[in-house]
Nanobody, 123 residues
Framework: QVQLAESGGGLVQAGDSLRLSCAAS????????MGWFRQAPGKEREFVAA????????KYADFVKGRFTISRDNAENTVYLQMNSLKLEDTAVYYC????????????????WGQGTQVTVSS
């Protein structure tokens, strides 16, 4: 089992940047594919980005391509989400996820979840 803790959320203005972090503890971080999801008020949780164990493969939702970058530091047991050019519609609770394959992480199936961090983008 792995425990996940997100941080870095906050209130920013449209066009600003923000970097989220997700620190993992428990079993070996490097064994897991990692991902980010988000859930806006009144909406279902949706996939944002995922990354392979070796940093070589990254997947993004269409609505964040070119603006968000996922990365990981296996030595620090941490995965990051760099968010640039933030929009009002990026407002959501952002969740970190860990799974045993890229497919399951992208699908949000059979993964471990963090508690989430709030990102609010204002005009």
């Amino acid at each position: 089992q792995v425990q996940l803790a997100e941080s870095g959320g906050g209130l920013v203005q449209a066009g600003d940047s923000l970097r989220l972090s997700c620190a993992a503890s428990g079993r070996t971080f490097g064994n897991y594919f990692m991902g980010w999801f988000r859930q806006a008020p009144g909406k279902e949780r949706e996939f944002v980005a995922a990354i392979s164990r070796d940093n070589m493969i990254r997947k993004y939702a269409d609505f964040v391509k070119g603006r968000f970058t996922i990365s990981r530091d296996n030595a620090e047991n941490t995965v990051y989400l760099q968010m640039n050019s933030l929009k009002l519609e990026d407002t959501a609770v952002y969740y970190c996820a860990a799974g045993i394959s890229l497919r399951t992480v992208v699908a949000g199936e059979s993964v471990y979840w963090g508690q989430g961090t709030q990102v609010t983008v204002s005009s």
